[in-house]
């Protein structure tokens, strides 16, 4: 019967005998981003090319406007 209790008692001391040691190394991190511009500058580019396109086709049809108003004033 004493070894019923002593058992116990024993492992729970011999468990407070053990012991672990975590270690953990953190290495830096290194990053590296390029970022592309010749994107952006070819987007302004063609931005640019619609928006003179615009421009012309509009001043083609105030000039085709100025010359029905001439004909008809006539």
């Known amino acids: 019967m004493t070894l019923r209790y002593i058992c116990p008692i024993l492992l729970i001391a011999a468990t407070g005998c ?3 040691k ?3 190394e953190v290495k830096p991190v290194e990053i590296k981003v390029t970022v592309d511009v010749n994107i952006k500058v070819e987007m302004d580019k063609d931005l640019k090319n619609i928006f003179k396109d615009i421009d012309n086709r509009q001043e083609i049809l105030q000039d085709e406007g100025e010359v029905e108003k001439e004909g008809n004033n006539s």
């Open 22 to 24: 975590n270690e953990v």
């Open 18 to 20: 053990i012991s672990t």
